[in-house]
Nanobody, 121 residues
Framework: QVHLVESGGGLVQPGGSLRLSCAASGIVASANALAWYRQAPGKERELVAGITGTGGTNYADSVKGRFTISRDNAKKMVYLQMNSLKPEDTAVYYC???????????????WGQGTQVTVSE
């Protein structure tokens, strides 16, 4: 079994910061692209930030300059540092990864269960 497990969500005031973490557990040999998505109530899930296997990054326009995605390949983890948070950042944040299971030669998409981020006074 392979799982992506997010942590670090919570309640924060506008202007505050949070750091989300996502750990890949199980017989994971390697990870290709990793990303964070979010879904607010009544809205579609959207890409927040992505990072390639070689470290290239991309961000949604709404979070550029405020959020930073990073990865630690040795620990099989991906992070999302969120600064200057706004109420419109409130959503469930999901980790996504293209992972290769040990003993196989192909990558498969996996999703975490999500972690709630609420930005409010």
């Amino acid at each position: 079994q392979v799982h992506l497990v997010e942590s670090g969500g919570g309640l924060v005031q506008p202007g505050g910061s949070l750091r989300l973490s996502c750990a890949a557990s199980g017989i994971v040999a390697s990870a290709n692209a990793l990303a964070w998505y979010r879904q607010a109530p009544g809205k579609e899930r959207e890409l927040v930030a992505g990072i390639t296997g070689t470290g290239g990054t991309n961000y949604a326009d709404s979070v550029k300059g405020r959020f930073t995605i990073s990865r630690d390949n040795a620990k099989k983890m991906v992070y999302l540092q969120m600064n200057s948070l706004k109420p419109e950042d409130t959503a469930v944040y999901y980790c996504n990864g293209r992972l290769r299971i040990s003993g196989t030669s192909y990558y498969t998409d996996y999703w975490g269960q999500g972690t709630q981020v609420t930005v409010s006074e």
